[in-house]
């Protein structure tokens, strides 16, 4: 064997027992052990649950704020068609958006997945006392209609996994 070769040898070598090394350190001084666990959230801040639910799973209340009559139980009966559980409609009080959705801690990943069905343009309403996993639908002024399945998936994949909302911390995944 060339001295050469033997030369590239021992190179190769010690730069292939400096990466273990780096490996090694890496792994044992990791300090995101708990990352995305509620360990190390602060007292008294509520658990969101960033479970993306399936559609027949969500919860929802549709809420008229617009001049248009009936347009709450014609949203209800399409979120219907598409497997949502609507709970209850009604009218609500003016709103100069295309929607807000209102939910608790339990709603975070079934507000992230009726976010997508008005293209992310609904006003986010995260109240952190809210004990149910049902989420307000309340429709507003520039409403026109809901996405279809494709700008829905488009959506989804744009606005990424659900984010735990400020003032919370995620939940810790179910066990299976």
């Not at 010690?14 to 007292?43: H, W, Y």
């Not at 068609?81 to 009080?93: A, I, W």
């Not at 958006?97 to 992310?120: E, I, T």
Request: a positive charge; aromatic letters at 6%; charged letters at 20%.
């Amino acid at each position: 064997m060339s001295f050469a070769r033997v030369r590239a040898l021992v190179v190769v070598g010690l730069l292939a027992v400096i990466a273990v090394v780096f490996v090694v350190v890496a792994v044992v001084r990791d300090s995101q052990g708990n990352a995305g666990t509620a360990a190390g959230c602060p007292e008294g801040w509520p658990l969101a649950d960033l479970t993306l639910r399936e559609r027949k799973d969500v919860k929802i209340n549709v809420f008229n704020a617009t001049d248009q009559p009936g347009l709450a139980h014609t949203v209800a009966d399409e979120f219907s068609n598409r497997q949502f559980q609507v709970k209850k409609t009604g009218n609500e009080k003016k709103v100069d958006s295309v929607a807000v959705l209102r939910f608790g801690p339990k709603g975070v990943g079934s507000a992230h997945l009726l976010q997508a069905y008005f293209l992310n343009n609904a006003v986010p309403g995260y109240d952190p006392k809210r004990t149910d996993d049902t989420v307000d639908v309340v429709l507003g002024n520039r409403f026109q209609q809901l996405a279809t399945t494709t700008e829905v998936n488009q959506s989804l994949g744009d606005s990424g996994p659900p984010v735990a909302p400020p003032g919370s911390c995620p939940s810790p995944p179910a066990k299976k």
